[in-house]
Nanobody
Framework: VQLQASGGGLVQAGGSLRLSCAAS????????IGWYRQVPGKQREWVAS?????????KYADFVQGRFTIFKDYAKNTVFLQMNSLKPEDTAVYYC?????????WGQGTLVTVSS
């Protein structure tokens, strides 16, 4: 599966952005899709994930709980990350990844910059 992330940009603190992770095929067959982020010089960290079965479950890292929402659109084969109440510390390159069986497939990153 190929993933393409988009939607990053420059936003002021307190603002919102919506990231998109478009899959090359049906996301229904993939086990789960997650969002991760990485700041230069630091390890990539998990942000949120969603299982791709009907209904599905969502999980969030503590530092985004209540501010970010992950959701999916089967018709568009896309998983979104709605980011509200952004903080300067949310500045990072955001990546999406699909867990399909034992493999993890990464998309390219999209840069999010939050100014203070």
């Amino acid at each position: 599966v190929q993933l393409q992330a988009s939607g990053g940009g420059l936003v002021q603190a307190g603002g919102s952005l919506r990231l998109s992770c478009a899959a090359s095929g049906s996301i229904f067959v993939v086990g789960a899709i997650g969002w991760y982020r990485q700041v230069p010089g630091k390890q990539r960290e998990w942000v949120a994930s969603i299982t791709t079965t009907i209904g599905g479950t969502t999980k969030y890292a503590d530092f985004v709980q209540g501010r970010f929402t992950i959701f999916k659109d089967y018709a568009k084969n896309t998983v979104f990350l709605q980011m509200n109440s952004l903080k300067p510390e949310d500045t990072a390159v955001y990546y999406c990844a699909a867990d399909w069986g034992p493999a993890r497939y990464w998309g390219q990153g999209t840069l999010v910059t939050v100014s203070s």
